[in-house]
């Protein structure tokens, strides 16, 4: 039998800071963004068309982190 929830291959430091974090995943999200685009722009059909919605969630992702670091900023 398959297990539900496998171990992640990678752990996450969970020392860091809540900036950090943040800085991780904008890092990320920009990265996955380069790559999707790049497999977009050299694709055609249904496959583009993937690769495209990819890249709106990431950037809709993005956008959400967006509002979250505005919602905890200092006025």
């Not at 809540?18 to 059909?45: F, M, P």
């Amino acid at each position: 039998m398959t297990n539900p929830n496998p171990p992640h291959p990678f752990k996450a430091n969970d020392q860091l800071s809540d900036e950090e974090i943040l800085i991780h995943v904008d890092d990320l999200l920009r990265w996955i963004g380069a790559t999707v685009y790049e497999c977009a722009d050299n694709s055609v059909g249904a496959e583009r068309d993937l690769a495209f919605s990819a890249l709106h969630k990431a950037q809709l992702a993005r956008t959400l982190m967006d509002i979250l670091i505005n919602r905890c900023s200092p006025a």
